[in-house]
């Protein structure tokens, strides 16, 4: 169950990531859309990978 939430989890913030710059492209405060953006790419990077650790650890296919 921890391994898929993670997933979910991480696709959360690769969907919020897009979102957030194009967000920045729009707004008149686009420095700190820019900066959101970019700290949720960097999460996606460590959740995805621990997501794909704990399916691997609890044998599940990964997604």
């Known amino acids: 169950m921890v391994a898929w939430a993670g997933t979910t989890t991480s696709v959360a913030v690769a969907v919020a990531t897009p979102a957030l710059a194009v967000a920045a492209a729009l707004t008149a405060d ?3 859309l820019a900066l959101a953006g ?5 999460s996606h990077a460590v959740v995805v990978s621990s997501a794909r650790a704990g399916r691997r650890c609890a044998g599940l296919t990964a997604v």
């Open 30 to 32: 686009r420095p700190l």
């Open 38 to 42: 970019a700290l949720s790419a960097a």
